[in-house]
């Protein structure tokens, strides 16, 4: 038995982690297959799909997911695109005050949350800006910004500069250069960070509950709901956003899987 | 381009590059002939591929004016010249499989239906069957021909090569050397080829510049370069040289030989292969290569023609290669000489602590200027990684 253990303790410890890991998520789709007796979805009582189908019965609950969606989706836009492009500004070229920005940029990462969402709403509030829509989006963006740059710069840095020297002589003007060689080679860099963005963005509460005004987002309604009672269909949505990105994941690497052994053969 | 491939002779007139107060290449003039397979050799940091890529476009000369023919390139753009270029490590797109990364060039110049010479050119390399993989599943000769055929399919007037075979092993080298040669010969497109290794040069090139220090030391064809070594690195560099201190004991006069003391005893040289001044009692270096030396033991010294120079001298170390055989000696005249013996008659005798005599044609001894540096472009350990 002691052998049998010491042989596979590795495996052991291994699947102890995953578990650790797996356990909190498969509460959440469990319950989101309860019906509770009251308000709060805490004890299990029995199987039921109502909530299921019916994911937008309670009052709010979608719009705030549409809202946080809108958010999410434009916030890794706006960060991606500006992330990218300072990834690229700081390995590629030598100017005043890259050092500074290079440290700079890892602020929002240091920085504590509650910190920064308090600071932000005094300074919003003292330009005089409404607060909703647009002040969480340019929170957002701000926050995912240095997650992107990381990201991009780690890629940015390991890329040979002689393949844009080899397209340049290949009669591919700066343009082509960038946009055939550059941008391909730069892309996994870019769709982590993107992807990061994305997952920041829409599970954010801290920053975003102080600078929403009263827009409220899904996180936000999460939240607020839970002082009254824990609807099913928020395991339901949680449920769902797991699974999609499960999916997505498995998608990727049997695509790539694929790719592989028809080019091996 | 394809259309107007006439080329014409690359010319460099008065090109160097400087970077802040380092001077990379010093001001150059150099002319390339259409069709020649020429090599820039020297070691690394001597400027070659500073040069090369200064042909290419990718370095701004700092001075000076690049030729295509008649045409003044200097200030175009590499993506404007009719130049390609096989880089060192091959720099093929990771994410592009083989037929894209040599449709590349094709597809940047607008060329439509690509298929058929992209197949033809992976034909040339023997790589039809590997279209569709991408670069990192290939091996490294592998992607070397790829690189090759991407640069080769839009038909420059000049292909630029920055050691394309360094990565390679020994024996896959000597195979793409041949290679190399052979689509040179094939495709009749002016090759310029950047490396360190002397005997890539000489195998591959028609003519080779030495380069050290940013300057071009001598450029001839491999043998006169080998045969006539006009400098201490020229020399050392491109094979090795037993090279002497001498004094001149009879110099340029109505004899056609220069006679010169070393060790005690005297030696003679043709003067035409001496470009140093020979004042008599001046200083002179004498060289000849190891292999032109015959080697007897001391005993034997009697059967020697007359009319040879001789050394006398005490093997120190023997190293067996198996076609020859490489003796190190010290002698009056100079210690770490070096004699390669084929390995014909094997005179046992001839043992670390023998005393020899060794012997060579006169003709084959050339003289070089004593002002420099004897050790110039001698190969050590850490050079030859």
Same mark, same amino acid.
């Given at each position: 038995?002691?052998?049998?253990?010491?042989?596979?303790?590795?495996?052991l410890?291994?699947?102890?982690?995953?578990a650790y890991?797996?356990?909190?998520n498969?509460?959440?789709?469990?319950f989101s297959?309860?019906k509770?007796a009251?308000?709060f979805n805490?004890?299990?009582?029995?199987?039921?799909t109502d909530a299921?189908?019916?994911?937008?019965?309670?009052?709010d609950?979608?719009?705030?997911?549409?809202l946080?969606l809108?958010?999410?989706?434009?916030?890794?836009?706006?960060?991606?695109?500006?992330?990218?492009?300072?990834a690229?500004?700081?390995?590629?070229?030598?100017?005043?005050?890259?050092?500074?920005v290079?440290?700079?940029?890892?602020?929002?990462m240091?920085?504590?949350?509650?910190?920064?969402a308090?600071?932000?709403?005094?300074l919003?509030?003292?330009?005089?800006?409404?607060?909703?829509?647009?002040?969480?989006?340019?929170a957002?963006?701000?926050?995912?910004?240095?997650?992107v740059?990381?990201a991009v710069?780690?890629?940015?840095m390991?890329?040979?500069?002689?393949?844009e020297?080899?397209?340049?002589?290949?009669?591919?003007g700066?343009?082509?250069t960038?946009?055939?060689?550059?941008?391909?080679?730069?892309?996994?860099g870019?769709?982590?960070?993107?992807?990061?963005?994305?997952?920041?963005?829409?599970d954010?509460?801290?920053?975003?509950?102080?600078?929403?005004?009263s827009?409220v987002?899904?996180p936000?309604?999460?939240?607020?709901?839970?002082?009254?009672?824990?609807?099913?269909?928020?395991n339901v949505?949680?449920?769902?956003?797991f699974?999609?990105?499960?999916?997505?994941?498995?998608?990727?690497q049997?695509a790539?899987?694929?790719?592989k052994?028809?080019?091996?053969? | 381009m394809t259309?107007?491939?006439?080329?014409g002779?690359?010319r460099?007139?008065?090109?160097s590059?400087?970077?802040?107060s380092?001077?990379?290449?010093?001001?150059l003039?150099?002319t390339v002939?259409? !069709?020649?397979?020429?090599a820039?050799l020297?070691?690394?940091?001597?400027?070659k591929t500073?040069?090369?890529?200064m042909?290419?476009?990718l370095e701004?000369?700092?001075?000076g004016?690049?030729f295509?023919?008649?045409?003044d390139?200097?200030?175009?753009?590499p993506?404007?010249r009719p130049?390609?270029?096989?880089?060192?490590?091959?720099a093929?797109?990771?994410?592009l499989?083989?037929?894209?990364?040599v449709?590349?060039?094709?597809?940047?110049?607008g060329?439509?239906?690509?298929?058929?010479?992209? !197949?033809?050119?992976?034909?040339?390399?023997?790589?039809?069957?590997?279209?569709?993989?991408?670069?990192?599943?290939l091996?490294?000769?592998q992607?070397?021909?790829?690189?090759v055929?991407?640069?080769?399919?839009?038909?420059?007037?000049v292909?630029?090569?920055?050691?394309p075979?360094?990565?390679?092993d020994?024996k896959?080298?000597?195979?793409?050397q041949?290679?190399?040669?052979r689509i040179?010969t094939?495709?009749g497109?002016?090759?310029?080829?950047?490396?360190?290794?002397q005997e890539?040069?000489?195998?591959?090139a028609d003519?080779?510049?030495v380069?050290n220090g940013?300057?071009?030391?001598?450029?001839?064809?491999?043998a006169?370069?080998?045969e006539?070594?006009r400098?201490t690195?020229?020399?050392?560099?491109?094979?090795?040289?037993?090279?002497i201190?001498?004094?001149?004991?009879?110099?340029r006069?109505?004899?056609?030989?220069?006679?010169?003391?070393?060790?005690?005893?005297?030696?003679?040289?043709?003067?035409?292969?001496?470009g140093?001044?020979?004042?008599?009692g001046?200083?002179?270096?004498?060289?000849?290569?190891p292999?032109?030396?015959?080697l007897?033991?001391?005993?034997?010294?009697?059967?020697?023609?007359? !009319?040879r120079n001789?050394?006398?001298?005490?093997?120190?170390?023997?190293?067996?290669?198996?076609?020859?055989?490489?003796y190190?000696?010290?002698?009056?005249?100079?210690?770490?000489?070096?004699?390669?013996?084929?390995?014909?008659?094997?005179?046992?005798?001839l043992?670390?602590?023998?005393?020899v005599?060794?012997?060579?044609n006169?003709?084959?001894t050339? !003289?070089?200027?004593?002002?420099?540096?004897?050790q110039?472009?001698?190969?050590?350990?850490?050079?030859?990684?």
């Open positions: 038995m002691v052998r049998w253990i010491r042989r596979n303790l590795v495996v410890a291994g699947l102890l982690t995953l890991l797996v356990l909190p498969v509460i959440v789709m469990v297959f309860n509770p009251g308000r805490y004890t299990w009582r029995e199987f039921s299921w189908r019916d994911p937008c019965g309670v009052a609950l979608c719009g705030s997911l549409t946080s809108q958010i999410a989706a434009w916030a890794t836009l706006g960060a991606t695109v500006l992330g990218t492009m300072i690229f500004a700081l390995v590629r070229y030598r100017f005043r005050a890259r050092g500074a290079n440290s700079l940029i890892f602020l929002p240091s920085m504590p949350e509650v910190v920064m308090a600071s932000l709403l005094t919003f509030l003292n330009m005089g800006a409404e607060l909703g829509f647009w002040t969480v989006l340019i957002h963006i701000m926050f995912c910004l240095s997650f740059v990381v710069k780690a890629r940015v390991s890329m040979d500069p002689r393949l020297e080899a397209a340049r002589d290949l009669y591919a700066p343009a082509q960038f946009l055939r060689v550059t941008l391909p080679i730069a892309a996994p870019i769709a982590a960070g993107a992807l990061l963005a994305f997952a920041l963005s829409f954010d509460f801290i920053i975003t509950n102080f600078n929403a005004g827009t987002t899904f936000m309604f999460v939240w607020g709901s839970a002082q009254r009672g824990t609807p099913v269909q928020i949505i949680g449920t769902a956003m699974v999609i990105a499960v999916l997505v994941v498995v998608a990727g049997v790539a899987g694929r790719r052994r028809d080019t091996v053969r | 259309d107007t491939n006439t080329g002779d690359v460099l007139t008065g090109i590059k400087t970077y802040g380092f001077t990379a290449v010093h001001p003039d150099l002939p259409q !069709g020649s397979f020429f820039l020297g070691a690394s940091g001597c400027g500073t040069t090369l890529r042909i290419a476009g701004e000369p700092t001075t004016t690049v295509l023919g008649d045409k390139v200097t200030d175009l753009p993506y404007k130049v390609n270029t096989v880089f060192q490590s091959y093929l797109f990771p994410h499989d083989i037929h894209e990364n449709a590349f060039g094709l597809r940047r110049r060329v439509r239906s690509v298929e058929k010479q992209v !197949g033809e050119m992976l034909d040339l390399v023997q790589l039809g069957d590997y279209a569709r993989r991408k670069p990192h599943q091996s490294g000769g992607q070397q021909r790829v690189a055929a991407r640069a080769l399919i839009n038909h420059p007037q292909l630029l090569l920055d050691e075979l360094g990565a390679l020994l896959l080298r000597r195979q793409m041949l290679e190399l040669k040179q094939e495709v497109i002016t090759f310029i080829h950047v490396t360190h290794d890539e040069a000489m195998t591959m003519t080779v510049a380069m940013g300057r071009v030391e001598q450029l001839g064809a491999p006169e370069l080998y006539n070594p400098t690195f020229v020399a050392n560099f491109l094979g090795t040289s037993n090279l201190e001498a004094a001149v004991a009879e110099g006069g109505a004899a056609s030989d220069i006679v010169v003391t070393a060790g005690g005893g005297t030696l003679r040289l043709p003067a035409d292969r001496c140093a001044p020979t004042t008599t001046g200083k002179l270096l004498v060289g000849v290569r292999e032109k030396i015959s007897v033991h001391a005993d034997d010294a009697g059967a020697i023609a007359a !009319g001789q050394v006398t001298g005490r093997i120190v170390d023997t190293s067996f290669f198996g076609v020859s055989t490489q190190v000696i010290d002698s009056p005249a100079g210690s770490g000489l070096q004699v390669y013996e084929q390995n014909i008659e094997r005179d046992s005798r043992a670390p602590g023998a005393e005599v060794l012997h060579w006169p003709a084959h050339f !003289g070089l200027d004593a002002a420099q540096d004897i110039a472009g001698v190969e050590t350990v850490e050079d030859a990684t």
